[in-house]
C-alpha cells in the first residue's frame, strides 16, 4: 500500500517535469525561429530582462539584459554574420521545478563567412510563470 501511495503521489512530480521538459525545449525552438528571422531583440525576449542575467563566453562575463543584448548586436550586426542557427539539445535537467539545466551544442550555417558552433550550458528559471534564462555559458 505504501509503494501505491508513493507512486501516485509522485506522478504529479514526473508529469510536471515532462511539462516543463517540453515547455523548455519549445522556447529554445523559437529562439532559433527568431534568430534565424534576424530578430535578436525578440530571441532576448527569453533571457531574464534583469541585471543578474550573465552571458559567459571566450571573452569573459557579459552582465545585464541590456549589456547581453549589445554584445549580440555588436557580435552579429546582420543576417550576413547571424547565419543559421541551430540548436541540439542533449538534455534538460529540471531541478527544483523552478528552475532547470539544458546542455547543447549550438550551430550557425554562414555559407560566405564560414560556419560557427560549439556547446552551451544554460540556467533556465521560471519566472512569473515563463521559462527564461539567466545565466548562459556558451563556447
Known amino acids: 500500500m505504501k509503494l501505491v501511495a508513493f507512486v501516485l503521489l ?6 510536471q517535469t515532462n511539462k516543463d521538459v517540453s515547455t523548455i525545449k519549445s522556447v529554445l525552438s523559437t529562439q ?7 530578430k ?3 530571441f532576448m525576449e527569453y533571457y531574464a530582462k534583469s541585471e543578474d542575467l ?3 563566453g571566450k571573452k569573459g562575463v557579459t552582465k545585464g539584459w541590456a549589456a547581453t543584448l ?3 548586436q555588436t557580435s552579429y550586426p546582420n543576417r550576413e554574420t547571424m547565419g543559421t542557427l541551430s540548436f541540439d539539445i542533449q538534455e534538460v535537467d529540471v531541478t527544483a ?7 547543447g551544442r549550438w550551430n550557425l550555417k554562414r555559407p560566405s563567412l564560414g560556419d560557427l558552433g560549439g556547446y552551451f550550458t544554460l540556467l533556465i528559471k ?6 527564461l534564462v539567466v545565466r548562459d ?3
Open 137 to 139: 555559458h556558451t563556447s
Open 54 to 56: 550573465k552571458f559567459i
Open 97 to 103: 521545478s523552478q528552475t532547470a539545466w539544458v546542455l
Open 70 to 72: 549589445k554584445r549580440y
Open 10 to 15: 509522485t506522478l504529479p512530480i514526473f508529469a
Open 40 to 42: 535578436i531583440e525578440e
Open 126 to 131: 521560471k519566472i512569473d510563470g515563463r521559462w
Open 32 to 38: 532559433e525561429k527568431l534568430w534565424n528571422e534576424g
